[in-house]
């Protein structure tokens, strides 16, 4: 990811603060949080390197990995509830890199772990370049909420699919695209109060662990920052698969 792309992905919505929680572990946690992501970000940003640096320490590594909510019923995750390894993502539908992951490296996990049941992909909403990456993400979660969110995330993601814009009328286009069969429901529920609180939800989870800029990822709660290579991913899923062993 260039640095042009970096500072454009700083904190630009108004749900762009962290969670207020006691200012002594607030700062502890973001700043331990902006040290990990930074240690993982890939070499063209600028920062350490394109291999994940050293893991965070361990009571940082524990708080990240119970972010993981492995809900039977979380519309917005791929994989069983109980995979001994879990990636969370989180990405903005008008991100470049996001889109480059979803398409050429997303699969390539899904095939190889997702469908033998080692991993479980959790999806965070992380709208950060204006107010059509937030009313993407609230439609994400409404096409969800009929069970279509992955077909709407592969449509959003299509090549040339954010060159078109999240305007109300190409979000409709893209829900119809994704196969969502009631489109009144899916206009309702993209404008009301359980969207809007999702989607605060993960944005804040996001900036209390210090993300700053998408994609960012966590593997059982070791950060890895930006759209790397398949293999950066393949080598997180091993090691985190063989430290769960008993």
Not at 53 to 78: H, N, Q, V
Not at 103 to 116: G, H, I, Q, S, W
Request: with cysteine; charged share 25%; hydrophobic share 45%.
């Amino acid at each position: 990811m260039s640095s042009s792309s970096s500072k454009n992905s700083r904190k630009t919505t108004s749900a762009a603060k962290p969670l207020l929680i006691s200012a002594g572990v607030a700062l502890a946690a973001l700043t331990l949080g902006i040290v990990s992501w930074q240690a993982t970000a890939p070499a063209e940003q600028g920062s350490a390197g394109s291999s994940p640096a050293a893991a965070p320490r361990d009571d940082t590594s524990a708080a990240l990995r119970a972010l993981a909510r492995r809900e039977a019923g979380d519309k917005l995750a791929l994989g069983r509830a109980d995979a001994p390894v879990v990636l969370i993502e989180y990405s903005d539908f008008k991100c470049g890199y996001c889109g480059k992951f979803a398409r050429d490296t997303e699969p390539e996990l899904v095939k190889k772990y997702v469908d033998n049941g080692t991993l479980r992909i959790e999806w965070r909403n992380f709208p950060i370049f204006g107010a059509e990456s937030e009313a993407a993400a609230r439609a994400a979660w409404a096409a969800g909420q009929q069970d279509r969110f992955a077909a709407f995330h592969s449509a959003a993601y299509a090549d040339g699919s954010k060159e078109k814009g999240f305007a109300e009328p190409r979000l409709l286009e893209l829900a119809r695209e994704a196969g969502v069969p009631d489109l009144d429901r899916f206009k309702a529920d993209m404008a009301g109060e359980q969207a809007a609180a999702a989607l605060k939800k993960d944005q804040e989870e996001g900036y209390r662990i210090g993300v700053t800029s998408t994609p960012s990822f966590l593997v059982n709660g070791r950060p890895i920052a930006g759209a790397q290579p398949l293999a950066a991913f393949t080598a997180a899923i091993a090691q985190a698969e063989a430290a769960a062993k008993p």
